[in-house]
């Protein structure tokens, strides 16, 4: 069952409609808005509200009664929806937690290569957060994997292919956007080529023009087929792309946002900043970078969660931006999606971690397991005495602050335990020290065969020490990549490495099937090994 958003305004609204809100999104530290963010949705202050995890997430029917007080704030002063956003991308970046679906991700979709799961997968995503009262997310991700060791966007690429990230994310969008929820496509024009992470200083994407264009930029001319309503511009400086060379943010790139973004390849829709409290933007005057940003081309600030408590900042922003001309024009444009929005349908709660999602979410994770090596033919693995399968992996830990691993538990020891009773589990610090490996090391000398499960092991010498410490002591090792393949290269002591591209539930499960022959490893790489290793 579903409600339209759009509800009849109160007698007591305005008859002459009001001018468009300020192009602010704010933050806030609660389950619900505080009396001053309503108060600025309602006199029209703010567009809207950012949610993150840490500060505004308990449950799906919270989040709807925020919603719901959002939208009521917004109907009060006669305007149309408010925007209410979050990062929903899967896997590594997931803004609601269980008992929403948790799919894999998007470097999952690249290694099935179907856009027609990409678009169910996004359609599944759409609805729980309308359900929910959520009406935009940040995603897709369409920069590129062509460094994959980069913190900041590993895993939340669909590859290094630009075709194939543009058509698995148009088909993403389309599913979104079909539920009724905006899609925010990222980060223009690609941070996928540095390993700088932003949240902590502004990357420099010093890579040619040319090159930029036919790869970078490719994804995003393809995604727009889709016409997705925002687009968010990277922390990033393309020097290339600057008529002078300089090292200026894209935000504040003119040369960026208007004679690429607007005239040359035609995007119409709301440019929305990244959140403005990342290290990429001088945290010593925010008010000015983001003037700036509006002025050069953005139509949508986002207020990050540092922000929630910096008053003197967001009335700094709200008083500049009404001074702004330029500001009234990318007002009228999230104007328009605001009035989008208002007349979408939102489905019960019932939506929220049904069967049928569970079920997709299962069916991306079986498909995207895949074979990286197998030079002894160890898989499937045999009979295991009960009690002497092993499996190793590491507290799950948050490599940037775009990145809620830390809240998952890994149950792959579970897994395998449905399947052979007896599986024992250990569980090491993400980085183990010496200790955890002598640990593992004697547990493992009487297990038929160790499972050893990988985060990013080519940044952590201590799980690649483990790795080279039980081959040494004689244990049959496989291990299972549960974020990037490239630990397979890392390690390559392992005879045998399977990729399974998440931690989530579904996904370790997935891996447990394939490792007992329940199911081929019908994945695909979906992108080039740096280590130069290939399956």
């Known amino acids: 069952m579903s409600v339209s958003r759009a509800v009849a305004e109160p007698s007591a609204s305005p008859i002459t409609p009001p001018e468009p809100a300020v192009p602010l999104l704010r933050a806030f530290d609660g389950e619900m808005p505080p009396p001053d963010v309503l108060a600025a949705i309602r006199d029209g202050e703010a567009a809207g509200v950012a949610l993150y995890r840490g500060l505004n997430v308990r449950s799906p029917a919270q989040l709807r009664a925020l919603g719901d007080a959002v939208q009521a704030a917004a109907r009060t002063g006669g305007r149309p929806t408010a925007i209410v956003a979050t990062d929903q991308e899967g896997g590594q970046l997931m803004g609601i937690g269980e008992p929403a679906t948790q799919f894999a991700g998007n470097l999952a979709l690249g290694a099935v290569g179907d856009a027609d799961l990409a678009r169910r997968v996004g359609a599944a995503i759409g609805a729980e957060l309308a359900a929910m009262g959520i009406v935009v997310d940040w995603a897709p991700d369409l920069d590129l994997a062509t460094i994959p060791e980069s913190p900041a966007v590993g895993g939340r690429a669909f590859g290094d292919d630009p075709p194939v990230a543009g058509t698995l994310g148009e088909a993403l969008i389309r599913g979104l956007q079909g539920e009724g929820v905006a899609a925010a496509i990222k980060h223009f024009p690609g941070s996928g080529e540095t390993l700088a992470d932003p949240h902590h200083g502004l ?48 935000l504040r790139s003119r040369a960026i946002l208007h004679s690429l973004l607007r005239e040359r390849m035609g995007f119409e829709g709301v440019v929305v900043t990244d959140a403005l409290d990342m290290g990429a933007v001088d945290q010593a005057d925010v008010a000015s970078a983001a003037l700036q940003a509006v002025t050069s081309g953005v139509d949508l600030l986002l207020a990050g969660p540092g922000q929630a408590d910096r008053p003197e900042e967001l009335a700094a922003l709200v008083s500049g931006l009404r001074a ?104 090491t610090a993400m980085d183990p020290g010496a200790d955890d490996i ?98």
């Open 203 to 250: 990357p420099v994407v010093d890579v040619d023009a040319a090159t930029l264009g036919t790869r970078e930029l490719a994804p995003f001319r393809m995604a727009m087929a889709a016409r997705p309503w925002l687009l968010m511009v990277s922390h990033a400086a393309y020097p290339a792309l600057e008529p002078d060379g300089g090292v200026r943010p894209a």
């Open 438 to 535: 002598r640990s593992v090391v004697a547990a493992a000398a009487d297990a038929d065969q160790v499972i050893l499960g990988t985060i990013d092991a080519f940044r952590h010498e201590g799980q690649r020490a483990l790795a080279r410490a039980l081959v040494a002591a004689g244990s049959r090792v496989i291990l299972v990549a549960m974020r990037m393949p490239t630990d397979a290269g890392a390690i390559p002591e392992v005879d045998t490495a399977i990729a399974c591209w998440s931690i989530h539930d579904a996904s370790t499960e997935a891996a447990a099937a394939v490792l007992c022959g329940e199911r081929p490893a019908t994945g695909r790489m979906p992108l080039t090994l740096s280590t130069g290793e290939t399956p």
């Open 324 to 427: 702004l001309p330029v500001a009234r024009d990318a007002a009228a444009r999230v104007e328009r999606l605001r009035r989008w929005l208002s007349d979408q349908p939102q489905p019960s709660l019932d939506v929220v971690g049904c069967p049928a999602h569970r079920a997709l979410a299962a069916e991306l994770a079986e498909r995207s397991i895949t074979l990286l090596r197998d030079r002894s033919g160890t898989l499937p693995i045999g009979a295991v005495e009960p009690g002497r399968l092993l499996v190793v992996t590491p507290t799950p830990a948050d490599l940037t602050p775009a990145d809620t691993s830390s809240t998952v538990t890994i149950r792959l020891a579970d897994a395998l335990a449905r399947r052979w009773p007896g599986t024992r589990g250990l569980v």
